[in-house]
């Protein structure tokens, strides 16, 4: 059974830090890529960031590019997204993807509140 499991959200003030984590399992960590993807009150999914199954290489949204942080530890079957500087408008509900080529099917974890507020 695939279990994507993220965990760091909480709230922070403007300015403020946060890291996530996604512990997945059930598949093959090391052979796939990763994706972190939000959800704000009101609004549609965007995709924030993602790497490949290596970690060699990454990926950022425009709207978090040189804020946010992605990388992975495949000993652990673990993602992270660093998250500095953030901003009212980062406030969402953070959501773990993996797409399992092998399976070509898509998971999602449970998700984890992140809210920025003074």
């Known amino acids: 059974e695939v279990q994507l499991v993220e965990s760091g959200g909480g709230l922070v003030q403007p300015g403020g830090s946060l890291r996530l984590s996604c512990a997945a399992s059930g598949f093959t960590f090391s052979s796939t890529g990763m994706n972190w993807v939000r959800q704000a009150p009101g609004k549609g999914l965007e995709w924030v960031s993602g790497?490949?199954?290596?970690?060699?290489?990454?990926f950022y949204a425009d709207s978090v590019k040189g804020r946010f942080t992605i990388s992975r530890d495949n000993a652990k079957d673990t993602v992270y997204l660093q998250m500095n500087s953030l901003k009212p408008e980062d406030t969402a509900v953070y959501y773990c993807?993996?797409?399992?080529?092998?399976?070509?099917?898509?998971?999602w974890g449970q998700g984890t509140q992140v809210t920025v507020s003074s």
């Open positions: 993807n993996a797409f399992v080529a092998g399976w070509n099917k898509e998971y």
């Open positions: 790497l490949t199954g290596g970690g060699d290489e990454t």
